[in-house]
């Protein structure tokens, strides 16, 4: 960190946002919009951030989407969900105030920037209805497709993503009988918005916010990798930054936002920071933790929550860019029909249907050993599942590429293969085949997660969307290896209810801003439900702009009165 002032400012904002998913663009809009003058520096190219990777869900208890519809919720149901599930990692004020300031956000940039969002019909919290505070449908929302061609020259410099269907919504996705089924998808809605360029999911949710920026004239300037903050005394009051080898200083006459996601994809992070090693990554190149760098030089706390690594696998030949391997999660593969995941003695060891359960279980570590009891881990699956469902990329009755997938004609020849307990697997896929007849797995209760049904299930398979023998060779056996949380990670900076970083002394640091995935997880804690980060990736960025441009909100503490 700088402590002296350069002898020129190159560029001057009262606000500048570092990052272009929704959390540095909803800063620097709400802070225009405030009064403040505004700018957003974005090390790559192309702008949106992990924002534009995600599936776009925003989950916002009691907001006003839903209650139009006549879904009973409210914001004290959704902190008792919270509550219920954080494991006491999360604070009670942060908890209150993401849920407070959640559905003014959304409202706020439906009317600032003309977001439009719907509610994901028939989509519950990930623990309905097994825990008090949760609800059947109603919290998750997602943006409606967005003309990408009103974006003029950013069009193509906005990103979309290669992990999702991004011309079509959920609704489209369950009308045509989700994931599961996307041999038999009508795609006539899908080509139409592909000519148009309407983007949905987190592509759209992105492209909306930086809509939002150009109709402000707020300068986005791409190709410029910030590098430290510089300080005056106790002030942040800019940055220092670098674009093709030369230097730019840029001065925040009322503070700097970080908003650049995670640290995933930088490997020492991630093992001393995240405890993960050498973990595979789904998210762009550029997410290497500046955050933690830039605001740990000037005192700020790291703080961490209890998480697990998600699983991937890669399909030879996709790469991202800068010629990046694409790693895929395994997320909406594993819990389908005639698949399950098995560790090397050969036996299942969590619900494949429901991510929270196979995530967390594959840190169980033996203490007899000092060695992971469920990884590595495979995917094992039988002909019936290549002939009706996609892996990926890979489409259903298309080959499985020989550097992905072992395949044998027995279960004891593709255990033989991969070096796993014959004997343990075959007794693990008789006592599988007799629940998918039943439809109950008595051992991990799969398919009993309306959530897990909805979203990597099958609903024409009877009796359970989730459960179907493996009885029908050739069978296969993939892989999977160890992946970051695409952004979500469990550690970040620690922020007070205005996003403002908080020094170990627990004051504030006065001109720094977090927002996003940049910050820490304390107002969720151990519990991580899809639409979480993009939800406070919008509310950090309201919250932030406000306090920056010296019009802080005020609801926590009427609130807490």
């Not at 959704?78 to 599930?85: E, P, Q, R």
Request: some cysteine.
């Amino acid at each position: 960190m700088i402590r002296s002032m350069p002898a020129k400012w190159d560029l001057e904002a009262d606000v500048v946002s570092i990052g272009s998913g929704a959390g540095g663009l909803g800063a620097a809009i709400t802070a225009h919009d405030y009064g403040a003058s505004a700018l957003v520096l974005e090390r790559s190219e192309q702008v949106g951030g992990v924002t534009a990777y995600s599936m776009g869900e925003v989950w916002v208890p009691g907001n006003h989407l839903a209650a139009e519809l006549g879904i009973k919720d409210s914001i004290e149901a959704g902190v008792s969900y919270i509550n219920n599930l954080a494991m006491g990692f999360n604070n009670d004020v942060a908890t209150l105030n993401q849920a407070i300031h959640a559905p003014v956000a959304i409202k706020y940039f439906e009317e600032s920037i003309g977001l439009k969002m719907c509610v994901v019909r028939h989509l519950s919290d990930y623990y309905y209805p097994l825990t008090e505070g949760s609800t059947a449908e109603g919290r998750c929302l997602e943006a409606l497709p967005f003309p990408a061609q009103t974006l003029g020259e950013w069009q193509h410099k906005t990103r979309v993503s290669p992990h999702v269907p991004y011309s079509l919504t959920h609704e489209d996705i369950f009308d045509n009988g989700g994931l599961a089924n996307m041999s038999n998808w009508d795609y006539t809605v899908m080509g139409e918005r592909l000519a148009n360029d309407e983007r949905c999911a987190g592509p759209g949710l992105a492209a909306y916010f930086v809509k939002g920026v150009l109709d402000r004239n707020i300068p986005l300037l791409t190709g410029i990798c910030v590098e430290e903050l510089i300080a005056d005394g106790e002030n942040i009051i800019g940055v220092r930054a670098t674009q093709d080898g030369k230097d730019i200083y840029v001065k925040a006459n009322r503070g700097v936002v970080v908003a650049v996601s995670s640290f995933e994809r930088n490997a020492q992070y991630s093992k001393t920071v995240g405890s993960l090693i050498e973990p595979k990554s789904m998210v762009m190149p550029t997410i290497q933790g500046s955050h933690l760098r830039m605001a740990g030089e000037a005192g700020a706390q790291i703080a961490r929550v209890p998480d697990a690594a998600m699983l991937s696998f890669h399909v030879p030949g996709e790469e991202q860019e800068e010629g990046v391997p694409l790693w895929r999660g395994a997320l909406p593969f594993m819990g389908l029909p005639h698949t399950i995941v098995v560790n090397q003695r050969g036996q299942r060891f969590s619900n494949e249907a429901f991510y929270r359960s196979i995530y967390f279980a594959l840190e169980e570590i033996d203490g007899m050993t000092q060695s992971y009891k469920n990884f590595p881990c495979w995917v094992v699956m039988d002909s019936q599942c290549r002939q009706k469902y996609p892996f990926g990329s890979i489409m259903p009755g298309e080959e499985m590429p020989a550097e992905l997938a072992v395949r044998a004609d027995s279960l004891e020849e593709l255990a033989e293969k991969i070096g796993m307990d014959a004997d343990g697997l075959a007794a693990t896929v008789n006592t599988f085949n007799a629940y998918s007849q039943t439809g109950e797995d008595l051992d991990f209760q799969r398919g009993t997660f309306p959530w897990g049904a909805m979203m990597c299930g099958d609903p024409n398979q009877k009796p359970n969307p989730n459960l179907g023998p493996l009885n029908q060779g050739p069978y296969y056996a993939i892989e999977l290896h160890r992946m970051a949380g695409g952004g979500i990670t469990s550690a970040g900076i620690l922020i007070d209810e205005h996003c403002r970083a908080v020094a170990w002394d627990n004051t504030p640091i006065r001109g720094l801003y977090i927002a996003g995935n940049s910050a820490a997880r304390l107002d969720n804690g151990a519990l991580m439900q899809s639409g979480i980060t993009n939800a406070r990736g919008i509310t950090h960025g309201y919250l932030a702009g406000r306090h920056a441009a010296g019009n802080p909100s005020d609801l926590l503490a009427q609130a807490i009165k």
